[in-house]
């Protein structure tokens, strides 16, 4: 779909690879874009009758509303519609945006409480997709990457931002990894760079590193924190030395894009996962393989990473499945889940608790689950709360909480300490006691489970529908087990107390 600007001099475009460009008409030369954000195609994009902002409607079920000046994203994603949004428009005054839908509504918007005048904000708030979240080697903190170019840093306890945002790259980064020494944080971006900062000051120390000459994808440390590995859709694998920011080699080239990098815990070897569908594992000094290259998958993999032993692998596919290998042969182990399919949409992330015993995956499906890694059961989950893709997930190096991020501009915080019980018995996840049907107890404490369902009904652990929440506060609901909660818009939560649950409403009654 095509949308003039008021006066005529810029054409918006909205297209099938996510993103919103805007032309000159009169030259065909694009003038400011791609704007980004969208995980689906974009089927819509209009000016405000101002001229001042763009808004966007995707197959991604959301709405953007750009800064048309500079591509910054200004509001959103905007979240409601059940169904991909067809057709987005301004009211003729610029205050309101109506937007329409397969899900059979048509929704409207309020933006007149937005002062485009104003510069958007620069202060310590997520503003969009959250694409990587890394724990520090101390679990205090944690360290997350944007859509709108920024890396954070977080007090894992309080929410708070401590260091950031630092900014220095030009568009989206999509990965970032703290370094086992604790002094430095990498990121690799959608402008092709890598970046080292100091973890403490948050000081770029040396500026883009530059080699790849596609998207980087992907960084991870070196166990002694002296090399970065990085991956990119150009399809190769890169070392860079840490204390001067220099290419040092090139590990592995031509695989059609690289989307995971990960070093085996004696530093010794790297295992990639690729576009192809295929798991290498090379030679950290050489770039020789060490194993045949594994395969199994059907479609990309997103994730890849090696067990605190270094004897298994667990990867993360667009086939939906979670699977553990035998690093040493490259045979498969175990499927995570029923019926070849682990999830129920592609697998973003996996990665091993530090014991490992358990293996996290974060999916676009919008949950968290947490497996058995000797028989690939699912001990816990799937977790609700995020409203859009799971982008990364990562135990905290005590593994007693489990991060997750997400495109939905959230970092949550579960806690983990309770789950190995639940795998050391083996016996069926414990997710608190329910509440038996026409039963009214009294809350006294918060259960040890909630989830959220596809219409919004908060659940407690046997089921019982608790209280309905509006879509736009879902993602910023705070509920067990999740321990902790960052947002754009800080977060809810829900009082339950002396509540009274169930049918007989008489109880409820206080004379």
Same mark, same amino acid.
């Given at each position: ?34 704007? @980004?954000?969208?995980?689906?195609? %974009? ?42 949004? #067809?057709? %987005? ?17 048509? *929704?409207?918007?309020?933006? $007149? ?48 931002? %401590? ?12 990965? !970032? ?12 971006? #959608? ?45 190769? !694998? *890169?070392?860079?030395?840490?204390? @001067? ?13 690289i989307l995971s990098v990960g070093f085996s815990p004696d530093g010794h070897k790297v295992v990639c996962g690729t576009y192809s569908g295929k798991i290498h594992v090379v030679d950290r000094h050489t770039g020789n393989a060490v194993i045949e290259s594994i395969t199994g998958h059907r479609s990309w993999i997103r994730s890849a990473e090696f067990s605190p032993d270094g004897k298994r692998l667990v990867s993360g596919s667009e086939d939906k499945t979670v699977r553990i290998w035998d690093a040493q042969t490259g045979k498969q182990l175990v499927v995570c889940g029923d019926d070849d399919a682990s999830h129920s949409n592609d697998v973003n992330s996996v990665g091993f608790s530090p014991n490992g015993l358990f293996v996290a995956s974060g999916s676009d499906d919008h949950t ?25 997930? $990562? ?71 608790? %209280? ?20 754009? #818009? ?5 009082? !339950? ?15």
């Amino acid at each position: 779909m095509l949308s003039y600007s008021p006066d005529g001099s810029r054409l918006a475009s909205a297209s099938d690879d996510r993103t919103v460009q805007v032309w000159d008409p009169q030259t065909g030369k694009i003038v400011l874009g791609p704007l @980004t954000g969208h995980s689906d195609w %974009v089927l819509s994009a209009t000016f405000s009758p101002n001229g001042t902002l763009i808004a966007s409607g995707s197959s991604d079920r959301t709405i953007r509303v750009y800064d048309s000046q500079t591509g910054q994203t200004a509001l959103g994603p905007l979240e409601g519609h059940t169904s991909l949004v #067809n057709s %987005v428009i301004f009211s003729p005054d610029s205050t309101r945006l109506y937007s329409c839908s397969d899900d059979g509504t048509v *929704r409207i918007w309020n933006m $007149q409480d937005f002062d485009s005048s104003k510069p958007l904000s620069s202060g310590p708030v997520a503003l969009t997709a959250i694409n990587s979240i890394r724990y520090s080697p101390s679990g205090l903190r944690a360290v997350s990457s944007s859509d709108d170019g920024s890396v954070d840093v977080w007090d894992v306890w309080t929410g708070g931002l %401590v260091l950031g945002p630092m900014r220095g790259h030009e568009e989206s980064v999509l990965s !970032v990894d703290y370094s086992p020494s604790d002094q430095y944080i990498a990121s690799g971006s #959608n402008d092709h760079s890598l970046r080292i900062w100091d973890a403490n000051t948050g000081k770029d120390m040396h500026g883009p590193m530059k080699a790849h000459s596609n998207w980087v994808r992907c960084v991870r440390f070196s166990p002694d924190s002296s090399v970065v590995v990085s991956g990119s859709s150009d399809g190769t !694998v *890169r070392i860079w030395d840490v204390a @001067t920011g220099q290419h040092v080699m090139q590990l592995l080239e031509g695989d059609h894009g690289i989307l995971s990098v990960g070093f085996s815990p004696d530093g010794h070897k790297v295992v990639c996962g690729t576009y192809s569908g295929k798991i290498h594992v090379v030679d950290r000094h050489t770039g020789n393989a060490v194993i045949e290259s594994i395969t199994g998958h059907r479609s990309w993999i997103r994730s890849a990473e090696f067990s605190p032993d270094g004897k298994r692998l667990v990867s993360g596919s667009e086939d939906k499945t979670v699977r553990i290998w035998d690093a040493q042969t490259g045979k498969q182990l175990v499927v995570c889940g029923d019926d070849d399919a682990s999830h129920s949409n592609d697998v973003n992330s996996v990665g091993f608790s530090p014991n490992g015993l358990f293996v996290a995956s974060g999916s676009d499906d919008h949950t968290v689950c947490v497996w058995d890694a000797r028989t690939g059961n699912l001990i816990l989950g799937p977790l609700t709360g995020h409203t859009n893709s799971v982008q990364c997930v $990562q135990f905290s190096p005590d593994g007693t909480h489990l991060a997750s991020c997400s495109s939905d501009g959230a970092i949550r915080f579960w806690d983990a300490s309770s789950w190995e019980a639940n795998l050391q018995g083996d016996v069926e996840p414990s997710v608190g006691k329910g509440v038996a049907p026409g039963s009214s107890p009294s809350r006294e404490s918060e259960p040890d489970w909630w989830r959220v369902d596809q219409d919004g009904w908060v659940l407690d652990s046997g089921g019982q529908q608790l %209280v309905w929440v509006p879509s736009e506060l879902r993602a910023s609901l705070k509920f067990p087990p999740t321990s902790s909660l960052i947002t754009g #818009n800080g977060y809810y939560e829900l009082i !339950v107390e002396g509540a009274k649950v169930g049918e007989s409403w008489a109880d409820c009654y206080q004379p």
